[in-house]
Structures are given as C-alpha cells and as structure tokens.
C-alpha cells in the first residue's frame, strides 16, 4: 500500500513538472510568436487600408501603363509622399506661409471639425510652433493630491503662468486615450532624465519596466 501511495505520488510530481514545462514552453513560444503576429496584422490592415484610399489613382494610373496593380501602388505611394515633402518645403518659403495660413483660414470656416484634427495632429507630429506631445516633459502626476503616495505617468503638455501645469495622462495600453488634468506644481514631479517615448513604452506593457521612472541619484 505504501509502495503505491509512493508510486502514485512520484507519478503525480512527474505530471506536474511535465505540465509546468509544457505550459512554459508555450508561453515562451506564444511571447515570440504573438508580437510578430499581430505586427503583421496591423502591417496587413494598414496595407488594405492605404491602397483603398488610393485605389482611385492606382486605377488611374494601371489603365494608362501596363505595370501591375502592386506596383502602381508603389508608386502612388511615392508621388503621395514626394506631394508632401514638396508641400513642406513650399510652406517654408513666404509665399507658402501665406497660403497656407490663408487655407487653414478658409477650411477652419467652411469645414466643421477641422481644427479640431488639426490640433490633434499638430499635437503627435508637431508643427511651426514644437506643439508636438513628443516633445512635452515627462513627469509624476499626484492627481489625488500632493500629500497622496499615489502617482500616474503623465507629459506635461502646457506650463501656466501662475507656475501650474496642464498634463495629459495616458491610459494603457492604447497611450493615444487618457486624461487632462490641471494640476499645481506641488503636484508635478519632472523627469528631466527620461523621453516621453520611454515613458510612453512603459504605459503600451502596462507598467512594465516602470524603474525608468525613478529619478536617478546625484552623481549616479
């Protein structure tokens, strides 16, 4: 009897371990395989995405050359990115200020939202002003208050002249979503040490890597 109960337990531990190593060993394979997945998932959407909204010129330009369809949106993309990098080296010149500071008028009057996107785009790819969230100081939000132990990841995006500060607290996973709070400078720890791409990371791996937070010690 006691020979069995032995028996029974060393098959049980054997079965455990062979669990544990089967269960690791798949999650170590799904860490490698699911990033890479899902990257080219969104390459795929992105893809669909881009020659839809091209396909009028891709269209265009296949009925007129014999080349394929793959490669007539290769080169729509090209002549779209080359149309932009011309466009921002015309509005570098006078001439190109004035139009369009005159466009920006005529299209924040006649077509509704469109401020609205383009504050929310000057804010992620910057502009004439550096408005650009990337380039906003990362820093310790105490929203709860200054004598609260709680803090939340935050970039400050405007600095008032009364010393407060306005920061924008992203939420994770998705750092484009969060909250604004106004916030006093008692309650605001900068992070002169650290970019907002760094703090941005730890936000996307839900506080993962979060030690870049800490503020380095003098002479460190």
């Known amino acids: 009897m006691a ?10 531990k054997i079965m455990n371990r062979l669990k544990a190593f089967v269960s690791l060993t798949l999650l170590g394979g799904m860490a490698v395989v699911l990033p890479v997945a899902i990257m080219a998932i969104l390459f795929q959407w992105l893809f669909r995405l881009v020659t839809t909204f091209i396909q009028p010129m891709t269209d265009w330009l296949t009925s007129r050359a014999e080349i394929q369809e793959i490669m007539a949106d290769g080169v729509v993309v090209l002549i779209i990115v080359a149309t932009c990098f011309l466009i921002g080296l015309l509005i570098k010149t006078g001439v190109g200020r004035w139009l369009h500071h005159w466009l920006d008028r005529i299209l924040g009057r ?8 383009r504050e929310i785009v000057t804010q992620f790819l910057g502009g004439d002003s550096n408005e ?10 105490r929203v709860f208050g200054e004598n609260s132990p709680a803090t939340m990841t935050a970039i400050v995006t405007a600095t008032h002249i ?22 006093p400078a008692r309650c605001v720890e900068l992070l002169p040490h650290l970019t ?25």
């Open 3 to 12: 020979t069995e109960c032995a028996r029974a337990t060393a098959l049980g």
């Open 110 to 117: 006649l077509a509704p939202g469109y401020k609205t996107i």
């Open 132 to 141: 650009s969230l990337l380039n906003g100081q990362v820093c310790k939000a």
């Open 162 to 183: 009364d010393g407060s500060y306005s920061v924008f607290v992203p939420t994770a996973p998705i750092p484009t979503s969060g909250m604004v709070y106004h916030l």
């Open 196 to 220: 907002v791409e760094a703090a941005m990371r730890t936000v996307i791996a839900c506080g993962a890597g979060s030690q870049v937070l800490r503020v380095p010690e003098p002479g460190l």
